[in-house]
């Protein structure tokens, strides 16, 4: 009986750290390096002579205009009169696909290096609210880095 119990002891420990423990050990580190992946690829992204724009009102941030998505043509953002109205071929848009933007300004300064400024997109809609760091926005691309993943969407302007 004794030996019954020492087992049945030994797989719910087991389980529980395979379970629970295991997962956190792989996958902060696992986390981390997606993380500094994506960081790398968005700066690859990043044309040397691209400037950020500077816009003291959301609304004369964005112009009106529509974009696809780069890889999934079906996907698009359109932004109008200070909406971002997401939306996908087929579908039917709702209010939660209409969101209120704000774009902000945020500084770091790396050791010994100069300051840096980061352009952040937040949008805010009646059931979400997302944000993005802005990393190229001309008249032709959009390009944006989903905040905490890390993940890059490029968007090519619809002409």
Known sequence: MKR?????GVIVFLAYFIGNVLPNLIGVP?????????RQTAEDFINEDYQPKVS?????????????HDQDSLAKIEIKNGKW???YKGLKTNSSDVYEYRVTKEYSIPQN????STELLTLISISDTLRYEI???DEDYLNLMYLPRGNILLYKAYK
């Open 4 to 8: 019954i119990l020492k087992a049945i």
């Open 30 to 38: 696992l986390a981390a390096y997606h993380s500094y992946e994506a």
């Open 56 to 68: 003291s009102t959301n609304e004369s941030y964005f112009k009106n205009s529509i974009w696809i």
């Open 85 to 87: 109205i997401m939306s």
């Open 113 to 116: 290096t100069q300051a840096n």
């Open 135 to 137: 990393l190229r926005y």
